[in-house]
């Protein structure tokens, strides 16, 4: 595996490499571009060759995720959207679904997975959007928000309310009713194609509909917040890799008072600390992707632990990369003027610090006979 996954590591150089900048300030990633990665398997590279898919490990896919960060966060917010509805997608469709939907997510066509609503952000329970069955018909309503990837996706992922319970659904997006809005000026991941996404009584096939539909919303949506969390730690642990190259770089060529940034006390110490806080995010994310292939029951807190501490401190090792560039990383597009940026909203998506925070604490207490 580590030899295809280097293959397609050498794919996201071709597909990224010098081009992120001009992609952040455009808000745009060309779709001829996505497509290529997707149809080589990089968006949702945990998919097995049975579906055409590379089947990488959750570790390798992870190590993959972060060379993309590093690269473009932009582009790695879309392998974690697609490998988000490539796993749920493996994990609830049944074999029919698994085989055409997959064999078309690994064969170019792209995806997005919609949660959050314009009343519906941490709190996933207050989702408004109705998916009604009636007969061999499927009718879906309702309005998403901040939908990563959605402005470039042929199908989105949907969930919503059905009858008690909840459900997941395939819904295209050329399906009639469906609207696609992008959101403008995003903070982060400019490029990312979020879009907020209407539903007008969309009329679907029932076969659209994922296996679990009824059962509660936290059921169906672990699988892809698990996977997405994973993924975003990965994308973090990326950006930190370039800020500290960066740094480095810089602190290594620029001069002030005689002598080079480096040499510098203060400025070594922001060295040290990024590199720290970049090897600890990347030991605690291989340590949840290894429960992820171990199918360990430590992965779903060991998915929230990286990704908390992951996001957290790329944003402080983004901020310290900025410190250091001063003015010559201060341009829009620069390499850690977009890590700045992105890594901030890395701390909100897939569950907030504060979200993380209190899912991490609920654990303490549950695991330490403190549980109420």
């Avoid at 006390?265 to 292939?293: F, K, M, P």
């Avoid at 907030?352 to 609920?362: F, G, K, R, V």
């Amino acid at each position: 595996m580590a030899d295809v996954r280097a293959d397609l590591q050498a794919l996201v150089t071709d597909l990224i490499a010098g081009h992120a900048g001009e992609w952040d300030r455009r808000g745009e990633i060309p779709v001829e571009v996505i497509r290529k990665a997707g149809a080589a398997g990089v968006l949702c590279a945990q998919v097995g060759t049975a579906h055409g898919g590379p089947g990488l490990s959750s570790v390798d896919n992870g190590e993959l995720t972060a060379y993309t960060g590093g690269l473009c966060s932009s582009f790695r917010s879309l392998m974690t959207s697609q490998g988000m509805a490539a796993w749920t997608i493996s994990r609830l469709g049944d074999a029919g679904q698994q085989r055409e939907w997959l064999s078309r997510l690994t064969g170019g066509e792209l995806a997005a997975v919609a949660f959050s609503e314009p009343n519906a952000g941490s709190d996933l329970s207050a989702m408004d959007t109705l998916i009604e069955l009636d007969g061999d018909r499927v009718t879906v309503t309702g309005a998403k928000r901040w939908v990563t990837g959605a402005a470039y996706a042929d199908v989105v992922l949907v969930f919503g309310r059905y009858g008690a319970g909840a459900a997941a659904i395939l819904v295209p997006t050329t399906a009639p009713g469906v609207t696609v809005t992008r959101v403008p000026d995003p903070l982060g991941c400019r490029a990312a194609g979020h879009a907020d996404v209407r539903l007008d009584a969309v009329r679907l096939p029932a076969a659209s509909l994922l296996r679990g539909a009824g059962q509660p919303l936290s059921l169906l949506v672990t699988t892809a917040l698990t996977y997405g969390r994973i993924s975003v730690a990965w994308g973090c642990a990326g950006i930190m890799r370039a800020c500290l190259a960066a740094s480095a770089a810089h602190a290594t060529t620029r001069q002030q008072f005689g002598v080079a940034l480096a040499d510098h006390q203060l400025i070594a110490r922001h060295l040290a600390e990024q590199y720290v806080a970049e090897q600890s995010a990347t030991r605690l994310c291989a340590h949840a992707s290894a429960a992820w292939d171990a199918n360990s029951p430590e992965l779903v807190t060991a998915a929230v632990v990286a990704k908390h501490r992951a996001a957290g401190d790329a944003t402080r090792v983004a901020a310290s990369a900025v410190q250091v560039l001063a003015s010559a990383g201060a341009q829009d597009g620069h390499v850690v003027a977009r890590a700045h940026r992105d890594a901030k909203l890395m701390e909100v998506i897939e569950g907030t610090n504060e979200i993380c925070q209190l899912l991490l604490a609920e654990h303490v207490l549950a695991t330490t006979g403190g549980a109420r």
